[in-house]
């Protein structure tokens, strides 16, 4: 089975811009998450989503925005793009809400000019 | 709120030589504690978890680690150390019954020959 997709691989974008990222669950998983790993840090969390249903948010600002879709994939959107966001976005997948192993893609590199 | 502190940012061992990774924890609640390995340029990969069983969690390629209560602590073990295991390493924590993960800010893992 195929395990988490993202789209795409890299991206460079400058100040000011938009963007959106795309995340392909884990056949049969409902629940898809959000990070965010800045160099040399750990991943922070931005947003969870289960059943097309936000079930968290993370201490990001309200240009960082998400949905699910009815297939289960997910966008994460970010609205003029600062320096800042330079980071690699890691999406994950589990079966059910509540505390499922997750699985992680391989991420979206962003880098901002 | 939960967070995780990693004793060390950077451990080098040789090869066929013991690891120790090292892990404190703070939780207001029961925690479910996990510990990722990232290698270059790749997503996290679930080595272990512990959420509540058995204090002692084997986890894939050798690696077990032992959930200490009266130590918050979740130190991650592997008796021999392998090439492969050069890695970033991060312990996580997260709240019973949800999925927001905490990670650690990471343990280099430096095996040489």
């Known amino acids: 089975d195929a395990g988490v997709t993202q789209s795409p691989t890299h991206l460079i974008k400058t100040r000011g811009q938009q963007v959106t990222l795309r995340c392909s669950p884990i056949?049969?998983?409902?629940?898809v998450s959000w990070y965010q790993q800045v160099l040399g840090q750990g991943p922070q969390f931005i947003f969870q989503?289960?059943?097309?249903?936000?079930?968290g948010r993370g201490n990001f600002p309200d240009r960082f925005s998400a949905r699910q879709f009815p297939n289960y994939s997910s966008e994460l959107n970010v609205n003029a793009l600062l320096l800042g966001d330079s980071a690699l976005y890691l999406c994950?997948?589990?079966?059910?809400?509540?505390?499922?192993?997750?699985?992680f893609g391989d991420g979206t590199r962003l880098s901002i000019l | 709120a939960q967070s995780v502190t990693q004793l060390d940012s950077h451990v080098s061992v040789s090869e066929g030589t013991p690891v120790l990774l090292r892990c404190n924890y703070s939780?207001?609640?029961?925690?479910?504690l996990f510990w990722y390995v990232q290698h270059p340029n790749k997503g996290l990969q679930l080595l272990l978890k512990?959420?509540?069983?058995?204090?002692l969690v084997k986890g894939i390629n050798g690696f077990e680690a032992e959930f200490k209560k009266s130590e918050t602590s979740f130190h991650l073990t592997k008796p021999s150390a392998h090439m492969s295991d050069a890695a970033e390493y991060f312990c996580?924590?997260?709240?019973?019954?949800?999925?927001?993960?905490?990670f650690g800010t990471g343990t280099r893992l430096l095996v040489s020959p």
């Open positions: 994950a997948s589990s079966q059910r809400d509540g505390n499922q192993p997750q699985h």
């Open positions: 056949s049969g998983h409902k629940s």
């Open positions: 989503y289960y059943e097309k249903e936000e079930r």
């Open positions: 939780s207001s609640y029961s925690p479910s």
């Open positions: 512990y959420t509540s069983a058995a204090t």
């Open positions: 996580v924590v997260s709240e019973r019954g949800f999925q927001k993960l905490v």
